[in-house]
């Protein structure tokens, strides 16, 4: 295991991407409003929409005061807005209950709105550097793969993935299964040569202005194993040229049997779905100027305006009383439109 972990932890230190809330460059909310945007959701994507996010709203105090209108119009097209909502709650509770301190234990955390295991478990690592095992789709992957040489077909973790994602987990307490011959540095992550260590200027409010020198063995773990499985460890087409570990893989060895395979249900096509209608309502709500022409109530969508935007108006109506029943819009007695007020 440890020439294992000290490829990884080598391939790690070349080729981390730069993410803003990586390296001890954001706060544990940071980290937390990170792991929530990513859910379903492509890094490349959540970047910009996280950077805004947090210089608008760098703790949690700042996203409790904020208007509902304000967080479902900045959470823009990052996807499942009711995320937006469920992040606010927690905000709210974290501010009201917690001090604006995020909880540094994982019952404390998991008892927030909207956090899970996941989540929790990311935080707990990735902003408090303890040692647990962080299970994500990416992580199932890349174990499934390297130790049992058998594919991950999606689904929620089964009880012998995560068996295995806790017995794989380096010890952060200097075991000597976790250090190599050349002495107790190797048990620990550098901050990548690629990164910029100089955080001192620009810096958003909820940013951390400072980078540890050193990464638990654990963290580090959690990291590689997880980037190694978003950018060649990928679920069709895996990159097995391109990986560190594939001498050590079993997968590989074994001739990649049922690559790609899924247990779960086909992906559902967005073309003509409630998703797609009800992105199109939030799309035309946050797209309203602060004073809308034409109607009676200041930032609201006209009924005549809210037919337009999708033929089958059975389906429309509805995907709005969907977004009703989700507290992400407002209905109007002449039946307009709005986001949330308040």
């Known amino acids: 295991m440890a020439h294992v972990r000290l490829k990884l932890a080598a391939w790690w230190e070349a080729n981390a991407r730069d993410l803003p809330w990586r390296f001890g460059r954001a706060t544990p909310w940071g980290v937390l409003v990170s792991e929530v945007m990513s859910q379903q959701t492509q890094m490349s994507r959540v970047v910009p929409y996280w950077t805004q996010w947090m210089e608008r709203w760098p703790d949690a105090g700042a996203l409790a005061a904020a208007p509902k209108a304000d ?5 823009g097209r990052l996807g499942y807005p009711r995320r937006a909502l ?3 709650e927690c905000a709210r509770v974290v501010s009201s209950e917690c001090g604006d301190e995020l909880p540094r234990a994982y019952d404390a955390l998991v008892a927030l709105p909207g956090v899970g295991d996941y989540t929790a478990s990311a935080v707990m690592s990735f902003a408090y550097g303890e040692r647990v095992a962080v299970i994500d789709t990416n992580i199932r992957r890349v174990l499934s793969r390297l130790f049992r040489g058998e594919e991950s077909r999606g689904g929620a973790a089964s009880p012998l993935e995560r068996a295995l994602a806790n017995e ?9 299964d976790d250090i190599s011959d050349d002495g107790p540095d190797d048990a620990v992550m ?3 040569s690629g990164v910029s260590h100089d955080v001192s200027r620009g810096v958003p409010q909820g940013v951390s202005r400072h980078v540890p020198r050193a990464t638990p063995p654990s963290v580090m773990w959690n990291q590689s194993v997880m980037e190694l499985g978003a950018l060649v460890c990928t679920a069709k087409n895996p ?4 990986c560190p570990v594939s001498d050590d893989c079993a997968f590989l060895a074994a001739g ?3 690559l790609g395979e ?3 249900r086909p992906r559902q096509r967005f073309q003509g779905t409630d998703r797609q209608v009800r992105g199109i309502v939030l799309k035309a709500l946050r797209e309203l ?11 609201s969508l006209p009924r005549e305006r809210v037919e337009s935007l999708w033929r089958d108006h059975v389906q429309l109506d509805a995907c709005i009383a969907g977004l009703d029943d989700d507290g992400l819009i407002e209905i109007l007695p002449d039946g307009a439109l709005r986001l949330p007020r308040g």
């Open 190 to 192: 550098k901050v990548p």
């Open 86 to 88: 469920r992040l606010q």
């Open 71 to 75: 967080v479902i119009t900045a959470w």
């Open 262 to 264: 899924r247990r779960t």
């Open 289 to 299: 100027p602060a004073e809308s022409v034409g109607s009676r109530d200041p930032g």
């Open 256 to 258: 990649r049997p049922g």
């Open 239 to 242: 990159l097995c040229e391109q």
């Open 168 to 176: 794989v987990l380096p010890s952060d307490g200097g075991d000597s």
